[in-house]
């Protein structure tokens, strides 16, 4: 007898195929490496939420500082009635800034990867402002072609805070944004977070706080394999190693083996060399010129830009070029 797979139990089998597929193909290569997007099951975005209330990680307080003084000229800028767009949602808890400041928004699309922690969200958005469409989008958002037709005769304005563009290597940062161009239309716009260059102390310890939570994060990964992939992991062999490169201004993220093992992922058997390093994330860091640089490759100009009395951080108004 044939039955039908469930939507759900589909999306989570291609989810899960996906996932297997990287993770073989990232150990496969040299050096080795494993999309950051897959940090971010259930359990890596609780930890990524709990390292943004961290004292050292000074990125979430800053920028939501920033929020919290422009949302009323942000929502100037925007106008009235268009579709608030945020690229990799998580909590949404830096939107709610511009929902409070929006209130005649003409719908909220969050994207996120992990479905789990998107249906969580979308409904405690539901419960807190019953008067806001909801229209959320499980996807990679660096992947996204469409959005849901209900927003598409409105204007867009997409949200992508939290200085995540970082995380992007350039031309995949430009790529990105050059993307979302298309995706937000000719009278589109963009909120962009964007961490600044400063002080490499300051940096490596947003990276490496001292009550071990972003090391979790990082070792959540391993946890993921061992999970959906049968892998055999033993988390306390491995460690978080994340450092900043001024050369390239950015930091690196990497889990790095203790001592030389073999590990099986999905029927497949790894060595390790003592030392080795599996790369997990960049975060980039830019100054005034960069951003500047990076908006026009991808078919913005910069309306407006804020900053923290620091310049710590920066919150960028792109519109859409001609």
């Known amino acids: 007898m044939n039955v039908s797979l469930l939507a759900s139990e589909r999306v989570e089998f291609n989810d899960r195929a996906e996932f297997r597929d990287a993770v073989l193909a990232g150990l496969a290569r040299s ?5 950051a997007k897959f940090l971010y099951d259930a359990r890596g975005s609780e930890l990524f939420d709990a390292i943004c209330e961290l004292p050292e990680y000074y990125l979430t307080r800053t920028e939501t500082g920033i929020l919290r003084s422009c949302a009323a000229e942000l929502a100037r800028l925007a106008g009235p009635g268009c579709a608030l ?5 998580g909590s949404s808890v830096k939107t709610r800034l511009l929902l409070d400041a929006m209130p005649d928004l ?3 699309v969050p994207i996120d990867i992990s479905r789990q922690h998107l249906d969580a969200t979308a409904a405690k958005l539901r419960r807190d ?3 806001l469409r909801v229209e959320p989008v499980c996807a990679d958002y660096m992947a996204l072609s469409t959005l849901p037709a209900d927003v598409n005769g409105a204007p867009r304005l997409g949200f992508f805070p939290g200085s995540t563009i970082g995380n992007l290597e350039p031309q995949d940062a430009t790529s990105f944004l050059r993307r979302a161009r298309t995706l937000l ?12 260059r400063k002080d490499p102390q300051r940096l490596h310890d947003a990276y490496n706080d001292s009550a071990g939570v972003t090391a979790a994060f990082t070792l959540n990964l391993l946890r993921r394999m061992n999970r959906e992939l049968g892998a055999t992991f033993d988390t306390a062999r491995f460690a978080h190693d994340a450092f900043y490169d001024p050369d390239e201004g950015r930091i690196e993220i990497y ?3 203790l001592a030389a093992q073999s590990v099986t992922v999905a029927g497949r058997v790894f060595n390790f060399a003592e030392g080795e390093r599996v790369h997990t994330e960049y975060s980039y860091k830019y100054d005034d010129a960069g951003i500047a640089a990076l908006a026009k ?3 913005f100009t910069i309306d407006k830009t804020w900053t923290d009395p620091a310049h710590l951080f920066a919150v960028v108004y792109l519109e859409a070029a001609p």
């Open 297 to 299: 490759s991808a078919g």
């Open 255 to 257: 889990f790095r083996s």
């Open 31 to 35: 050096p080795r490496a494993i999309p």
């Open 185 to 196: 239309g000719d009278r589109g716009a963009m909120v962009l977070g964007v961490d600044l």
């Open 85 to 89: 767009v945020e690229f990799g949602s």
């Open 106 to 108: 003409a719908a909220y």
């Open 129 to 131: 402002y019953p008067w």
